[in-house]
């Protein structure tokens, strides 16, 4: 088993076959050149995962910008390459991804105003083979032709330049810091790109492409096979990077190859994966900052009552001073689900997702590009939802556009879902449960109190004495444990820092 650490993001090798697991080897990028470039993030200093490829490597994102291989069996540095500039706020936190002889990586810093990008390496020697930009010329985001046929508002070309008030789009965020998904039968990559920058709307017109979107690109070339804004012009902090489950689906009596993506704007879509098509989008949780989204453009339907203050002149106010109040907006920036990621079960046909229940109200002022200077201008208060509980776990029908069950939580629900083939679906809550409960009804089965609140995700795999084991990593850590901008002003009282990878056996 291998695990990797917030920064500086030592990995660790445990040795299954032994009693108690001992640590076979562990890894640590040089100190050198953690001193030379150190990180600056936005949301804490951790990291979503390791990657492993056949021949016999772990992929190792470091925060300092760079993806280190490493040798499975000793822990040896194989390769290391610089994939972002922490001088300018960027920085490497989300998990890569194997496709093939390729292992893809993004970059996160869309806070500092860093300019998102998707880059695949040769995974036996570390050369760039491809790299596809966010924002920009159709040439560097490596677009031919209409972005999305479906809708008028995506063709056109250069529109990661026209959507853009002159040049902004070079500073304009789409960070690609979320979770990768790979079709190998279509060879193709499905990620969803970051908030826009600056954060305040009102220093940048346009739809902003391509930010907040969904992508799918040729996995040997990189080129878009389509594009997709999910919220154009995010003037809210949504992003596009939560995960895309990839399931092939039947909708409206027809069979689909399907791509399920829960937004932090509070829509759930099923989109025809090959092509870019949304099927269904409606509502998972409390929204009101948009009605619908509309088939015919894609586009959501926004309620003007809630949009985003639009001042581009206030002057700065106090560090730490609490926001005024204005209209209470649903979902909060950090979604109706953040990055923890939902589960599929192919026995079911549902979707298990891990959620929020938090709004926000926001204020905005001026703010002027600095490089590796957070480039933000907005500042928000979030609140519980609807019901005063502050998180939800729901199974989902990606097919119909609705909710089978739901179980509330007291504080969001910050870890992964895992659904087995036994039935059991479990998750891990903030303030500290992993639970396991009926895939079909959503019945509390069992659960155990961790020594610190669950931001990672659940897995499940079968030891090296055949038997069947549940893992999961406990500690508070990234934006939940610095307080969700007022959210949990009481989670010190329920958990308590630290990290500890808990192993069950079934």
């Known amino acids: 088993m ?3 650490t917030p920064y500086p993001n030592t990995v660790y090798a445990l040795d299954l076959a032994k009693p108690g697991a001992p640590i076979a080897w562990k890894y640590a990028a040089p100190s050198a050149a953690r001193a030379a470039l150190p990180p600056t993030g936005c949301c804490d200093a951790g990291n979503r995962g390791l990657a492993y490829h056949s021949s016999g490597k772990i992929f190792a994102p470091l925060l300092s910008g760079e993806l280190a291989a490493i040798d499975a069996a000793t822990g040896r540095e194989i390769w290391r390459v610089r994939n972002a500039d922490p001088r300018l706020g960027g920085t490497l936190s989300g998990a890569p991804l194997v496709a093939g002889n390729l292992v893809i990586v993004g970059v996160s810093g869309a806070e500092y105003g860093v300019r998102g990008h998707l880059s695949a390496y040769d995974a036996l020697t570390g050369r760039l083979v491809w790299r596809g930009y966010s924002t920009g010329p159709d040439t560097e985001v490596l677009l031919d032709g209409p972005a999305n046929p479906a809708y008028a508002s995506h063709q056109g070309r250069d529109l990661g ?7 902004s789009w070079r500073q304009g965020g789409g960070t690609t810091s979320g979770w990768l998904s790979f079709d190998p039968a279509a060879n193709l990559i499905f990620y969803g790109t970051d908030q826009p920058a600056p954060g305040n709307p009102a220093l940048r017109s346009g739809d902003n492409k391509w930010t907040s979107s969904l992508i799918a690109r040729d996995a040997a070339t990189g080129r878009v096979r389509w594009a997709l804004q999910i919220t154009p012009h995010d003037e809210w902090g949504y992003g596009g990077a ?8 039947t909708v409206r009596g027809a069979p689909v190859k399907a791509l399920v993506h829960f937004d932090r704007n509070g829509f759930a879509y099923t989109i025809d994966r090959i092509v870019g098509k949304i099927l269904l989008a409606e509502k998972y949780g409390p929204v009101n900052w948009a ?6 453009n894609g586009i959501p339907q926004r309620d003007p009552a809630f949009a985003a203050p639009a001042t581009a002149a206030a002057p700065a106010r106090p560090r730490g001073a609490t926001p005024p109040s204005g ?26 997702v891990p959620l929020n229940n938090l709004c926000m109200t926001m204020t905005t002022q001026a703010v002027a590009y600095e490089p590796g200077r957070l480039y933000s201008g907005v500042q928000a208060r979030m609140s519980a939802g609807p019901g005063g509980n502050r998180g939800r776990f729901i199974a989902w029908d990606a097919t119909t556009g609705t909710i089978s069950w739901e179980n509330r939580e007291p504080l969001a629900v910050a870890g992964g879902a895992l659904a087995t083939a036994g039935g059991l679906v479990f998750y891990g809550t903030l303030d500290g449960w992993l639970k396991a ?16 609140g669950i931001v990672g995700n659940p897995i499940a795999f ?9 893992a999961v990593a406990a500690g508070v850590g990234g934006w939940w444990g610095l307080g969700g901008n007022g959210a949990f002003p009481d989670l010190v009282n329920v958990t308590t820092p630290g990290g500890v990878l808990m192993v069950f056996g079934l």
Not at 161 to 167: K, Q
Not at 329 to 351: D, N, R, W, Y
Not at 462 to 470: A, F, L, R, T, V
């Open 2 to 4: 291998y695990l990797q």
């Open 437 to 452: 409960v009926d895939e079909r009804s959503g019945r509390e089965l069992w659960k155990f109190k961790t020594p610190s």
């Open 462 to 470: 079968s030891g090296p004495d055949g038997k069947q084991y549940i």
């Open 291 to 296: 009605r619908t989204v509309d088939q015919t």
């Open 161 to 167: 330049v026209s959507t853009w008030t002159g040049e």
């Open 242 to 249: 939560n995960e895309s489950i990839l399931a092939d689906l």
């Open 327 to 352: 209209p209470t907006i649903c979902p909060s920036s950090m979604g109706t689900k953040f990055l923890q990621p939902a589960a599929h079960s192919p026995v079911t046909g549902m979707f298990y």
